[in-house]
């Protein structure tokens, strides 16, 4: 199993821009998760999902917006790249035990 | 709403010394407790968790925390740490609904 990917590893963008960042697990989890991590804050869940079709906000999800159209794919879309969205995105999905699988992250820039 | 709280931003600590890394919780319903690691530009790694039954939980890498209800905590020890643990720690407590809380993490630098 490769377990949690994510691509790319690195982006920049300009302000304004948009993207998606890819997150794609191979263990038939149904529970995936979006955080975000900047220096000293820890993470911060952006969007989850409990099942294909099914999506819901986290705790920071204002510039974000999601889909899950099939079990193994959750991307994260970044209508507007503004300066506060600079930060490493982590994509996490859930196993039976609770403990949740992390990807290795996306390090976003936006100038 | 559950809060967890690592009281240590950093934590120096000499190589083959002990160390502990505090991690307090706050929550009203049953709570699982977790420890994650994270090396420089990688993702988090799951080191040791609490869901029920024995208090004293072990990891890998040697660590192991206790769980202390009445504390209200769930501090990570090590009894001799080495300089490949030098990492960021997370602590992080689940409990309805499959989502985490993280705590702010603690950056443990062992020196030589």
């Known amino acids: 199993n490769a377990g949690v990917t994510q691509t790319p590893k690195f982006r920049i963008l300009k302000i304004g821009q948009s993207m998606t960042l890819q997150c794609t697990q191979d263990m038939n989890h149904n529970y995936m998760y979006w955080y975000r991590q900047d220096p000293g804050m820890g993470l911060k869940l952006i969007y989850y999902?409990?099942?294909?079709?099914?999506?819901d906000k986290g705790e920071v999800p204002n510039g974000y917006n999601v889909s899950r159209s099939t079990t193994e794919d959750f991307p994260l879309r970044l209508e507007l790249a503004a300066p506060s969205q600079t930060s490493v995105y982590f994509c996490?999905?859930?196993?039976?035990?609770?403990?949740?699988?992390f990807g290795p992250g996306t390090r976003l820039t936006v100038t | 709403a559950q809060s967890v709280t690592q009281l240590d931003s950093q934590v120096p600590v000499f190589e083959e010394a002990p160390v502990e890394l505090r991690c307090n919780y706050s929550?009203?319903?049953?709570?699982?407790l977790f420890w994650y690691v994270q090396y420089p530009n990688q993702g988090l790694q799951l080191l040791l968790k609490?869901?029920?039954?024995?208090?004293l939980v072990k990891g890998i890498n040697g660590f192991e925390a206790e769980f202390n209800k009445s504390q209200t905590s769930f501090h990570l020890r090590k009894p001799s740490v080495h300089i490949s643990d030098t990492a960021e720690y997370f602590c992080?407590?689940?409990?309805?609904?499959?989502?985490?809380?993280f705590g702010t993490g603690t950056q443990l630098k062992v020196e030589l």
């Open positions: 999902s409990v099942g294909a079709g099914i999506t």
């Open positions: 996490a999905s859930i196993a039976g035990g609770l403990e949740q699988y």
């Open positions: 929550s009203s319903v049953s709570v699982y």
């Open positions: 609490y869901l029920s039954g024995s208090t």
């Open positions: 992080a407590a689940g409990g309805g609904g499959n989502k985490l809380t």
